[in-house]
């Protein structure tokens, strides 16, 4: 939990970069990202030799052992001069971590050049992060040694005093995520935690899991699923649960460099060392994915249109369109495995597009798969980001329909007001949407008027397979009694005679 403490501690360092002329939030995270991740090696290193030393039991380094590779830890620089350490980290320790292979940082020579790690076929791309992976064209823009200085004495302090554990060290990258506000170019806005989390709930992953979300941003489905899957199954995990958590169990695709680097290193700090994220247009040609994942979990971009002609055909075959929102809902269908299941967010017009796209995708989801739940959501869950009205859609590809009955909830409250400012509030329906979706058999007889019910795939069918929930919510309508005309007119002359008779003693006041 991030504590008032530990905030203040944050915007204080958010405050010493934005005052070196760094204001743009994605910059400063990722530049942040840089020096978490430099200290995270260090970090690492300082175990591996503690437990060599217990063991006597050899470990691979991650620096060099030359004079050079062991000044670029950040144990060793960080109380140095403030001019060494910009030195340090812009010359040495930043060009290093770019070209980092196999889990280790290249060397320098004697006159100071980089010597890179020699390339070895046979792990050609074993150990090579993620992070490391997209690192090519990241610039250190951290513009003076004083600045420099500062965010390295306030992230040490943090980790020192107040963040020592993985755990906390995650809520912190988290609470630095938060400050991400605006929404990018293609519609893509950050889900709250609480939301994918609601979310993961209702999917229950389990460490045998394939899970991917083809549109990641900073991988926050991802990293959900994972703190889901150690809280559950921590204890009982075996071996090659452990490796496949590490390297295999999770994917994520974005076409904008700067968030694969963020979400590379956010799966870092929650224990995934080696995701599969890559750069990929998931929509498009490029992607020919399919059949491979037990669970997708994604957020995918909500406006705009893509050009027609990069679109995978076999997605314009299940909904001919350019609309995102349309085609994920395709993707998500090819790309799991048969049984493989899937939570996402739609925007309301999904539910009720009286286009023939519209249709034919929400038809292709109740005739050939088995569409489980429509979570209709609040408009202001998305703000500041947006206004934009959403519902979650919970289905499982199953290529031989199943759907028989769809559960629909009216969440109405999230645990936040529903304004820009977004402050705690009491009200909230997500534990209760989680019990009965894991309980939808005591659902069956509960009435259209209640916030959750059953509608029929006959019903849905007949209406055109509109899924807004409006269409079946039955409201009650309360009577309303009135008062009579004559009762309502002598209590409008009573208050004249009230009035008048105050006036009258206001005159004598005033006589005095």
């Known amino acids: 939990m991030i504590t008032g403490v530990i905030k203040n501690?944050?915007?204080?360092?958010w405050t010493d970069i934005w005052a070196g002329g760094i204001t743009n939030p994605l910059t400063v995270i990722e530049q942040l990202t840089y020096l978490m991740f430099i200290r995270s090696l260090d970090e690492k290193e300082l175990e591996n030799e503690e437990f060599e030393n217990m063991t006597g039991e050899a470990m691979d380094k991650i620096f060099p052992q030359s004079t050079i590779g062991q000044s670029m830890r950040w144990s060793k620089f960080k109380d140095k001069d403030p001019r060494e350490i910009f030195n340090i980290i812009s010359q040495r320790v930043f060009p290093a971590i770019k070209k980092m292979k196999y889990g280790h940082l290249p060397g320098f020579s004697e006159n100071g050049e980089l010597v890179e790690i020699m390339d070895d076929l046979?792990?050609?791309?074993?150990?090579?992060?993620?992070?490391?992976?997209?690192?090519?064209?990241?610039?250190?823009?951290?513009?003076?040694?004083q600045v420099l200085q500062k965010i390295i004495s306030g992230l040490d302090d943090l980790y020192e005093h107040d963040i020592a554990d993985l755990d906390m060290q995650g809520d912190l990258y988290e609470y630095m995520l938060g400050k991400l506000s605006t929404a990018g170019q293609n519609g893509q806005f950050r889900t709250p935690k609480h939301i994918r989390e609601m979310m993961v709930e209702l999917l229950q992953p389990t460490p045998d899991d394939i899970i991917c979300d083809p549109a990641c941003g900073t991988a926050g489905f991802l990293v959900s699923a994972s703190e889901y899957i150690r809280r559950n199954y921590e204890d009982t995990m075996t071996s090659e649960q452990w490796e496949h958590f590490s390297a295999g169990a999770f994917s994520g695709f974005d076409t904008d460099r700067t968030m694969l680097r963020i979400s590379a290193m956010n799966l870092m700090l929650h224990s995934i060392t080696n995701p599969d994220i890559d750069y990929k247009d998931s929509v498009s040609k490029q992607n020919e994915i399919s059949d491979k994942y037990t669970i997708c979990l994604a957020n995918p971009p909500f406006k705009g249109t893509i050009d027609a002609e990069s679109i995978h055909d076999n997605l314009k075959a299940v909904t001919n369109t350019k609309k995102t929102e349309l085609l994920f809902l395709a993707l998500f269908l090819r790309m799991l495995k048969k049984g493989g299941r899937c939570a996402c967010i739609v925007p309301d017009g999904v539910l009720f597009g009286s286009s023939k796209a519209h249709r034919s995708i929400r038809k292709e989801l109740v005739e050939n798969h088995q569409l489980l739940a429509v979570i209709s959501m609040p408009s202001g869950v998305f703000k500041p980001y947006a206004g934009v009205s959403t519902a979650v859609l919970v289905f499982t590809k199953t290529g031989a329909g199943g759907t028989e009955n769809v559960w629909f909830y009216d969440m109405t409250a999230d645990g936040f007001s529903l304004d820009d400012k977004r402050s705690?509030?009491?009200e909230n329906d997500i534990s209760d949407i989680i019990e009965r979706f894991h309980n939808l058999e005591q659902e069956a007889e509960r009435e259209r008027t209640a916030q959750s019910f059953f509608v029929p795939k006959e019903e849905i069918v007949e209406n055109d397979y509109d899924l807004s929930i409006n269409k079946y919510k039955k409201v009650?309508?309360?009577?309303?009694?009135?008062?009579?005309?004559?009762?309502?007119m002598?209590?409008?002359?009573?208050?004249?005679m009230e009035i008048g008779n105050a006036m009258d003693e206001l005159e004598k006041l005033l006589d005095l």
């Open 476 to 488: 009650e309508y309360v009577p309303v009694e009135y008062p009579s005309t004559e009762e309502i």
């Open 122 to 145: 046979a792990k050609m791309d074993e150990g090579k992060t993620a992070f490391a992976r997209y690192m090519d064209d990241a610039m250190f823009l951290i513009p003076t040694a």
């Open 424 to 426: 705690p509030v009491a």
């Open 9 to 13: 501690k944050v915007d204080k360092i």
């Open 490 to 496: 002598t209590n409008i002359r009573e208050i004249e």
